[in-house]
């Protein structure tokens, strides 16, 4: 399944919303899309995922690359299904990111 993304900018947020499928061929999408996002340097990145159906490490490189590349970075990540979830468990990064329920107001 492809992988499409609506982006924004607002105040010291940037959000982020994923539908399909993040893998080794999409993941590069989603890091351009993020680096882009990042050029900002917001202090917030919000990701919708709650119709993205698998991420896989490629993707979750993308989160940990843009940790590294803005530090005091804050990452929510916003309604994932189980299969993210179960990901993001896995690879240790479930205590690296807010997950919620619900979007985190900021601006």
Known sequence: MALSMHSSIEGNTARLQLVGEVDGTTAPQMRAEVDKLLNGSPQNLVLR??????????GLRV????????????????????P???????????DGVYVTE??????
């Not at 989160?63 to 189980?82: D, H, M, R, S």
């Open 49 to 58: 995922v709650d119709e993205l159906t698998f991420m896989s490490s490629a």
């Open 63 to 82: 989160l940990i690359f843009a940790k590294q590349k803005q530090p005091g970075l804050t990452i929510y990540v916003v309604k994932p299904q189980a």
């Open 84 to 94: 993210i979830i179960d990901t993001l468990r896995k690879t240790g990064f479930y």
């Open 102 to 107: 619900t979007e985190p107001a900021l601006a």
